[in-house]
C-alpha cells in the first residue's frame, strides 16, 4: 500500500451536490490527519485537522476509520468556489513530517 | 493569509547552476519544513529545520541543503541543478509542540530549470 493514497479525480459535479473524497494511510500508528485545499498554483491551504473520529465544519466533515486506515472529506451543497485540489495530509515520518497525497481535484459547475 | 512569506515568486536557472530559496516563518513558529512539488503530484518533504538543526529529512540528495537562523527564517539551497529539480518549492511554519503537526505554507517559488 502507497504511504498516502487519494481517488484519483477529477471529480465533476453540478453546484449543489454532495461529494466525497477518500484517502487510505500505510502507517497504522498515525493519530493525527489534515486536509489541505490547494488552488491551481497556489500553495495548501489547511482545510481541515481530524485527531479523533472526525470534524465537522461547515459544508465540510471528515471522517476517520482507524480500522480500514481511511479518512474521508464530504463536501455538501458544493460551490463554484469549492473547486481546487484536496490533499490528504498523514504525519508519517517522526518530528511531524507530513506526507501528502498526490491530491484530487474537485471542478463544480454551474 | 498565513504570514509565510517565500522569495523569490520566480526563478529560471540552467543546469548545473546552484539555487538559494528563502523562507520567513509566521510570527511564533519555530519550526520550518521544505517540500518540492511537481506538476500533478502532492508535496514531497525535503527536510525540516527545528531550532536551528535539521530535525527529519526526506528522500532527497545532499545537494539539496539547508540553514534555519536565529529569528527561525530558513534558506534552501540547491547544488547543480538538474532538470528534474524544476518545481514548485514551498516552505512551511509551525510551532512544535507536543502533538501539534499543523503546518502553514508560504505562496512557494517556482523553479525552472532549463
Known sequence: ?110 | ETGVTQSPTHLIKTRGQQVTLRCSSQSGHNTVSWYQQALGQGPQFIFQYYREEENGRGNFPPRFSGLQFPNYSSELNVNALELDDSALYLCASSLTTGGSYEQYFGPGTRLTVT
Open chain 1, 1 to 110: 500500500r502507497k504511504e498516502v493514497e487519494q481517488d484519483p479525480g477529477p471529480f465533476n459535479v453540478p453546484e449543489g451536490a454532495t461529494v466525497a473524497f477518500n484517502c487510505t494511510y500505510s502507517n497504522s500508528a498515525s493519530q493525527s490527519f489534515f486536509w489541505y485545499r490547494q488552488d491551481c498554483r497556489k500553495e495548501p491551504k489547511l482545510l481541515m485537522s481530524v485527531y479523533s473520529s472526525g470534524n465537522e465544519d461547515g459544508r465540510f466533515t471528515a471522517q476517520l476509520n482507524r480500522a480500514s486506515q481511511y479518512i474521508s472529506l464530504l463536501i455538501r451543497d458544493s460551490k463554484l468556489s469549492d473547486s481546487a485540489t484536496y490533499l490528504c495530509v498523514v504525519p508519517l515520518g517522526g518530528y511531524s513530517t507530513l506526507t501528502f497525497g498526490k491530491g484530487t481535484m474537485l471542478l463544480v459547475s454551474p
